[in-house]
């Protein structure tokens, strides 16, 4: 195993360092991150969701609307 958070000092970060530190390491991997291969049906839905977003950036989405589209099968 590799150097721990004590090691490094990183336990000793406030909450919002670890936060962006850990944001920083995640986006160094690219597409080396375990997982992240997507299918192009999955790239597709990605792309239009973005898209979506894009042109309704002032719609908000709480939990329970997002909660009742999965469970309605929409």
């Known amino acids: 195993?590799?150097?721990?958070?004590?090691?490094?000092?990183i336990d000793r970060l406030?909450?919002?360092?670890r936060l962006a530190l850990?944001?920083?390491i995640w986006e160094s991997l690219g597409a080396d991150?375990?997982?992240s291969r997507l299918t192009a049906e999955q790239r597709a839905e990605l792309a239009r969701r973005d898209a979506e977003m894009?042109?309704?950036p002032g719609?908000?989405?709480t939990w329970?609307?997002?909660?009742a589209?999965?469970?309605g099968g929409r």
Not at 64 to 67: D, N, P, S, T, Y
Request: glycine share 10%; net charge negative; no cysteine.
């Open 1 to 9: 195993m590799g150097p721990t958070m004590e090691d490094l000092g």
């Open 14 to 17: 406030s909450a919002e360092d």
């Open 22 to 24: 850990a944001l920083e």
């Open 33 to 35: 991150i375990p997982g």
């Open 54 to 56: 894009d042109a309704n």
């Open 59 to 61: 719609r908000p989405m």
């Open 64 to 67: 329970e609307h997002v909660r």
């Open 69 to 71: 589209e999965i469970e």
